[in-house]
């Protein structure tokens, strides 16, 4: 009898830990991140923050600064993805940052996306200027979202914050 309780006991506990493990896994987790803006003339950049899947596709859209979709084109890499899935947008946009400037904002990820293959890009577009995909693009890893990450065109670089 008491061998059976505690087969019991630890068949429960062991059941009640696998559907933790997987319910943690599967929640998104909340990061904060800034975006440290070069100083530049002109309008404000539309900054499009995408989840790259291991085969380098966009798999999905984090964050937008630019909340004017008539210009949502000019991110042309970005936009044959949108373009073709045309999900909801509406709660993951703000304004454009212009020259100089730093915006700070809070994304969500999915566990199971950290250390698992897949980057996080940044991308930036200004009116009459130059379009950068990849102005800050970087692997996934617990470690790499801790560090501040150098852009090539309008950002100067991004940090990311785990909360």
């Known amino acids: 009898m008491k061998k059976n309780i505690k087969s019991y006991t630890f068949l429960t506990l062991l059941a ?8 943690f896994s599967a929640k998104p ?15 404000g950049a539309y900054v ?6 291991p085969e ?3 798999e999905k859209t984090l964050y937008i600064q630019g909340d004017d979709d008539e210009w949502y084109h000019d991110i042309s890499e970005w936009w044959r993805f949108y ?38 890009r940044f991308e930036t577009a ?4 130059e ?15 801790k560090l501040k990450h ?5 950002i100067r670089y991004v940090r990311m914050i785990p909360q």
């Not at 009640?16 to 319910?23: D, E």
């Not at 499009?48 to 899947?53: A, D, G, P």
């Not at 200004?126 to 200027?129: A, F, R």
Request: aromatic residues 10%; negative net charge; hydrophobic residues 35%.
């Open 126 to 129: 200004v009116e009459d200027k």
């Open 56 to 58: 380098g596709e966009y």
């Open 16 to 23: 009640v830990t696998l559907l933790a493990t997987f319910a």
């Open 29 to 43: 987790n909340a990061f904060k991140y800034m975006v440290q803006m070069i100083n530049y003339s002109g309008e």
């Open 83 to 120: 373009g073709k899935t045309r999900t909801d947008i509406d709660a993951i946009t703000g304004a454009t940052i212009g020259g100089g400037e730093r915006a700070i904002n809070v994304i969500e990820i999915d566990n199971d996306k950290i250390d698992a293959g897949y980057s996080i």
């Open 150 to 154: 150098e852009g090539t065109g309008y």
């Open 48 to 53: 499009v923050i995408s989840l790259i899947n």
């Open 131 to 145: 379009y950068y995909t990849k102005d800050v693009e970087f692997l996934l890893t617990s470690e790499n979202v």
